[in-house]
Nanobody, 121 residues
Framework: QLQLVESGGGLVQPGGSLRLSCAAS????????IGWFRQAPGKEREGVSC????????SYADSVKGRFTISRDNAKNTVYLQMHSLKPEDTAVYYC??????????????WGKGTLVTVSS
């Protein structure tokens, strides 16, 4: 069974940091482009970041540029999202998703179930 599983979410104070992980089971990630998306309460899902299969190319939403870093370790079949200087508006359920041969979009091939990040004092 092909699965993506996110982990690393939790409660953090404003200005704090978290690292999210996205692990794959049932398939290898090294041929997939991986994206992180998030959905805040009452809002539509939005793209956060995307990374190419080899890790050489990445992109970020303007709202997270300079604060979030996407990376991947294909040997561990895992993609990461390092988040710094977190703000209350970063509060959301974060999802990772995989797509083959196209850049990230909302029609990804596989989706995880999400991990909740709450930024609050």
């Amino acid at each position: 069974q092909l699965q993506l599983v996110e982990s690393g979410g939790g409660l953090v104070q404003p200005g704090g940091s978290l690292r999210l992980s996205c692990a794959a089971s049932g398939f290898t990630l090294d041929s997939y482009i991986i994206g992180w998306f998030r959905q805040a309460p009452g809002k539509e899902r939005e793209g956060v970041s995307c990374i190419s299969s080899g890790g050489a190319r990445s992109s970020y939403a303007d709202s997270v540029k300079g604060r979030f870093t996407i990376s991947r370790d294909n040997a561990k079949n895992t993609v990461y999202l390092q988040m710094h200087s977190l703000k209350p508006e970063d509060t959301a359920v974060y999802y990772c998703a995989a797509i083959h041969n196209r850049w990230c979009n909302y029609d990804m091939d596989y989706w995880g179930k999400g991990t909740l990040v709450t930024v609050s004092s």
